[in-house]
C-alpha cells in the first residue's frame, strides 16, 4: 500500500514562498504519475500540478502558471510544489496524489492514492 505524507505547509504574507514535500512509502513511487491538488475554504477541490512519472513533462492550472513549479526526486521518493509569489487566493489545503499509471490527469478520480493535505494559509 502507497502513503503519502505532505509537509512544508504554513502561515505566509502574500508575495511570499513556500516549498510542499510529498514523501512516498510502500508501492514503486519512480512509475507514478503525480498531482498536487488544493481545497480552498468552501470550494471544491481542484488540480494545481502534474507531473509524469518521468518528469519530463509539467502541467499546471492557470491560476498557478508562472508563480508554482512542481517537480520530483525519484531517488528520495519525493515529490514538491514550490508556489512563489503566493497570493490570499492560493489559501487552501494542498494534497499530493499518485497515479499507478504514470500519466497525467487533472481529474481526481484518476489517481489510485492521496495524502492528508497540509494547510497552506497566505495573510494579505
Known amino acids: 500500500q502507497v502513503q503519502l505524507v505532505e509537509s512544508g505547509g504554513g502561515l505566509v504574507q502574500a508575495g511570499g514562498s513556500l516549498r510542499l514535500s510529498c514523501v512516498a512509502s510502500?508501492?514503486?513511487?519512480?512509475?507514478?504519475?503525480l498531482g498536487w491538488f488544493r481545497r480552498p475554504p468552501g470550494k471544491e477541490r481542484e488540480f494545481v500540478a502534474g507531473v509524469l512519472w518521468s518528469g519530463e513533462n509539467e502541467y499546471y492550472s492557470d491560476s498557478v502558471k508562472g508563480r508554482f513549479t512542481i517537480s520530483r526526486d525519484n531517488a528520495k521518493n519525493t515529490a514538491y510544489l514550490q508556489m512563489n509569489s503566493l497570493k490570499p487566493e492560493d489559501t487552501a489545503v494542498y494534497y499530493c496524489?499518485?497515479?499507478?499509471?504514470?500519466?497525467?490527469?487533472?481529474?481526481?478520480?484518476?489517481?489510485?492514492?492521496w495524502g492528508q493535505g497540509t494547510q497552506v494559509t497566505v495573510s494579505s
Open positions: 496524489a499518485a497515479e499507478a499509471s504514470g500519466g497525467f490527469s487533472e481529474t481526481e478520480s484518476d489517481y489510485d492514492y
Open positions: 510502500g508501492g514503486n513511487f519512480k512509475s507514478y504519475g
